[in-house]
C-alpha cells in the first residue's frame, strides 16, 4: 500500500474509531495484533507473562489515546510499538526503583541455580538491553532477527544500501551486547 | 579450504523463535477496547444531548430576558400618553369631565363663570362638539357681569365670537340703539 494510500485510510479509521465505531476497531485491532504480541514478546525476551500485561496494556492506551495518533507522522503498527516501548521501559526504571538494578547473572547464592530463574533473568536482560538501545539500532535488530529480513530486504524497505545497513547492524549488536553484558557461557 | 558457515550468536538470544498463542488474550484485550469505545459513543451521545440541552436553555433564558425590556418600552409608552393628555386637557378622562365640569358649573354659585368656561372648553377641544360648547360659554357670559365682559387671548375662538357679539349688543343697548 502506497505512503498516502495508508495515511488516508488510518485517518479515516482513527476518525472513525473516535466516533466509536466497532467495525473501524476491529480491523485495525485485528491487522496489528500478532504483530504487537510478537514484538512485545521479543521485546521481554520471551518472558509471556510479562508480554501479556503488556500487550494488553498497550491496545487500552491506544484505544485511550487513539486522538493523538497522526498516520502522517507513523504507520499505527509503528505507533502501537511506540507504546509498547515505552510502557516497557516505564515498567523497568520502576522495577529498578523498587528493587534496585538486576546485576547480570545474579544466580541464586549457595543453591543450584534455578532454571526458571535464570531464563527470567536472562529474559530482563534481554528486554533491559534492547530497551536501553536508540531507535535505529533497535530497528534493524527488530527487522533482523524478529522479522528475520534479510539485510538487501531491510535496505530496500529503507531506502538504504546494503552495505549501511550491514555497518548499522554491526553497530546495533555491538551496542547490544554492551548492553546484555558478558555471555554466561563465557566464563 | 571450506569457508564455514558464519553463526550469529545474537539468533539465539533475539531470534524470533516464540511460539504464539493468544486467543484468549486477544478477546480479552478485544472486550476491553470495545468497552472503552462504547463508552467514548455514550459519552460523545451525552455531549451532543448537552449541546443541545444547553442551546434550548440558553433560547428560554435569552427569551426570559428580553421580555421585561419589552414590558418596560409599553411603560415608557404609557408614560408618554400620560404626558400628552394634560397638555391639552387637564382631565385624563375628557368626555366625563366636561359633563361633570357643566354639572358642577350648574351647582355652583360663586364660580360658575369659570367653571362653565372650562367645561365649554373641553367640549371644543376635546370632543369638537361646538353645541355644548357654545351653550356652556353662554352659560359662562350669562354668570359674568356685563362690565367684566372683555375678550381674552387665551379665549377659544368660539368664546371670542360670543364675546364679540354680547360686547356688540352691550354697545348697542348703551347707544340707545
Known amino acids: 500500500m502506497e505512503s498516502s494510500d495508508r495515511v488516508w485510510r488510518e485517518r479515516s479509521l482513527r476518525k472513525a474509531v473516535l466516533a466509536g465505531d466497532e467495525q ?15 514484538y512485545v514478546r521479543w ?57 534496585g538494578f538486576l546485576p547480570p547473572q545474579s544466580a541464586k547464592s549457595g543453591g543450584a541455580p534455578d532454571a526458571e530463574l535464570t531464563r527470567r533473568e536472562n529474559a530482563e536482560r534481554i528486554g533491559r538491553a534492547l530497551t536501553s538501545l536508540p531507535e535505529h539500532y533497535e530497528a534493524v535488530l527488530r527487522a533482523k532477527y524478529l522479522d528475520g529480513q534479510n539485510v538487501a530486504d531491510i535496505a530496500a524497505a529503507g531506502g538504504e544500501t546494503p552495505k549501511a545497513i550491514e555497518s548499522l547492524l554491526t553497530r546495533a549488536r555491538e551496542a547490544f551486547r554492551e548492553a546484555y553484558g558478558p555471555r554466561e557461557d563465557a566464563s | 579450504m571450506t569457508e564455514r558457515p558464519h553463526h550469529d550468536p545474537l539468533v539465539d538470544v533475539l531470534g524470533g523463535n516464540l511460539p504464539l ?6 478477546q480479552s484485550i478485544w ?29 428560554l433564558l435569552t427569551m426570559s430576558a428580553l421580555k421585561p425590556a419589552q414590558q418596560g418600552v409599553q411603560v415608557v409608552v404609557y408614560h408618554t400618553v400620560e404626558r400628552e393628555v394634560p397638555s391639552v386637557s387637564p382631565s385624563p378622562a375628557p368626555v366625563e369631565s366636561a359633563v361633570a365640569l357643566e ?75
Not at chain 2, 21 to 26: K, Q, T, Y
Not at chain 2, 140 to 152: I, K, M, R, Y
Request: charged share 30%; proline share 2%.
Open chain 2, 21 to 26: 498463542e493468544h486467543d484468549a488474550l486477544r
Open chain 1, 24 to 38: 473501524a476497531w476491529r480491523a485495525w485491532y485485528d491487522e496489528a495484533f500478532a504483530g504487537l504480541a510478537a
Open chain 2, 103 to 177: 354639572w358642577r358649573a350648574f351647582d355652583s354659585t360663586e364660580r360658575r363663570a369659570e367653571l362653565y368656561e372650562r367645561a365649554g372648553d373641553l367640549y371644543l377641544a376635546q370632543l369638537n362638539d361646538v353645541a355644548s360648547a357654545a351653550r356652556c360659554y353662554r352659560q359662562s357670559l350669562d354668570a359674568t357681569p356685563t362690565n367684566e365682559l372683555v375678550v381674552s387671548p387665551d379665549d377659544s375662538w368660539l368664546l371670542t365670537s360670543i364675546k364679540e357679539a354680547r360686547l356688540k349688543e352691550r354697545n348697542h343697548a348703551q347707544n340707545g340703539g
Open chain 1, 43 to 99: 521485546r521481554c525476551g520471551g518472558l509471556r507473562d510479562v508480554a501479556d500485561d503488556l500487550v494488553q496494556e498497550t491496545w487500552l492506551t491506544a484505544v485511550k489515546r487513539i486522538r493523538q495518533f497522526d498516520p502522517e507522522q507513523a504507520p499505527f503498527s509503528g505507533w502501537l510499538r511506540g507504546i509498547a516501548a515505552n510502557l516497557l521501559r516505564n515498567r523497568f526504571r520502576k522495577e529498578e526503583r523498587r528493587n
Open chain 2, 31 to 59: 472486550r476491553q477496547t470495545t468497552s472503552v469505545l462504547r463508552r467514548r459513543r455514550l459519552i460523545r451521545r451525552a455531549g451532543v444531548l448537552c449541546l443541545l440541552a444547553g442551546c434550548y436553555a440558553a433560547g
